[in-house]
């Protein structure tokens, strides 16, 4: 389907979608092509701060008040005891968009559905409020961790991936009872707005779907170690360790001298500061590899941007991308928050408050971190990948296989494909 009939079609229907495809089709666009158009109140969500913050929304645990392991206790507990003006807002919702919908689990979901249903006092699931799930169950899956923490004053180890196909047969958002009630309909975007070349797209989508044979992998192997032409790369990793140390090293091989800046921030988790777009504290020197985090206002510049730092002052920082400079100011972000209006309306509010130079070191980045982005060229580096979907997703950052290279060659234990992910999405396709 295309961007205009999937648009109409999300206006025009009360129906549970599930709007997937691959990598550059545009699938954030059409969120917030219909976020601007849609009279209907709603809320955008996604499952981790950045995602958050690339849609412009609000955290699915700080909008609906959850803590770690709260769907896995007792999700059916938690649609009870809700604060008034928490309770009006659920009412309130007519469309709940969840961005990244591939990395939330199941028993998130059931925690969702339950409260929406008691406080709207309806049985249908989610209370009857339409559900729009954007995103890529070919891409990253949940993080599903073994971690401990402290249970009554003790040590305790809890294997998430473990406790979650205990308790629903699986770790995906489609593994959730509401979510096999709700009837999801699929709308799969077909038009790929980041590659032309139908040679490296037919590869993309074999190892996206795990039907790839002999010939994808000879034919991806073939930009092991070709020298990179003469335009910036940037390495793909698939552990942050990696990343840092390429970026650090790098750095330090610079015979400049080093700018630290701090971000200024107000109403955010020690936890959140860890995870925001931006570096807490940005090091950087004149000749640093440096990527842009934003898309520029003034239409200079988009997200992802790759150049080399020019000149620092306190208050700018110079970076040519391209043949052309840029002087760089900091940039605001907001940590939305969603809240009902005493008209009953849904409206976004700004609740914390981060600042900092819209940069980080270039060098290399981590594969999570890449999702969504699009790269001149990509470096990448297969040993490490460790999970279903890794490989595409660093892959498809690249837009044409020319401008691609490989620091090892892959095997074939880094193409994984999750037979349920591949089942779920027959089944949508053939419904």
Known sequence: MNQDDA??????????????????TGKSYLL???????????????PTGIAAINVNGQTIHSFFKLRPLDGL?????????????????????????????????????SVIDKQLRVARHNTQ????????????????????????????????????????????????????PAIQRAGIKMVELQKIYRQSDPIFLKLLNQIREGQHNRDTVK?????VNPEPANFDTIVIASHRHT?????????????????TFEAEHSGYTKSELDRQLAPLTLRVKVGAKVMTLINDPAGRFVNGNIGTVLNITNQIITVQIGNKKFEIHRHPWNKMHYTADDDGKI??????????????????????????????AVVIEPRGIFDNGQLYVALSRATNLQ?????????????????????????????
């Open 32 to 46: 917030n092509r219909f976020r601007k158009i849609t009279p209907r109140q709603h809320v955008v969500l996604a």
């Open 243 to 259: 990343v840092d140390l390429i970026n650090s090293s790098k750095l330090a091989s610079i015979d400049q001298t080093l700018w």
């Open 347 to 376: 409206v976004e509010k700004p609740k914390g408050r981060f600042v900092q130079f819209p940069l980080t070191l270039a060098w290399a980045v981590t594969i999570h971190k890449s999702q969504g982005m699009t790269y001149d």
């Open 403 to 431: 401008r691609l290279y490989l620091k090892s060659p892959i095997l074939p234990q880094h193409i994984s494909v999750h037979p349920e992910v591949v089942k779920f999405t027959q089944q949508l396709r053939a419904a």
């Open 73 to 109: 206790q007792n999700p059916d507990r938690f649609g009870y005891n809700m604060r008034e003006n928490h309770i009006r807002l659920l009412r309130k919702i007519e469309v709940l968009i969840i961005d990244e919908i591939s990395m939330v689990p199941p028993d998130i979901i």
């Open 125 to 176: 699931p989610f209370g009857g409020v339409q559900l729009l799930l954007f995103g890529d169950l070919f891409q990253l899956p949940p993080v599903t961790p073994v971690k401990t923490i402290l249970k009554n004053d003790e040590p305790f180890q809890y294997d998430l991936n473990r406790l979650l196909n205990e308790k629903y047969g699986g770790v995906f958002f489609f593994n959730a």
């Open 219 to 223: 034919q991806i192997n073939a930009r």
């Open 7 to 24: 648009l109409k079609l999300l206006l025009e229907t009360n129906d549970n979608y599930f709007i997937t495809g691959r990598a550059g």
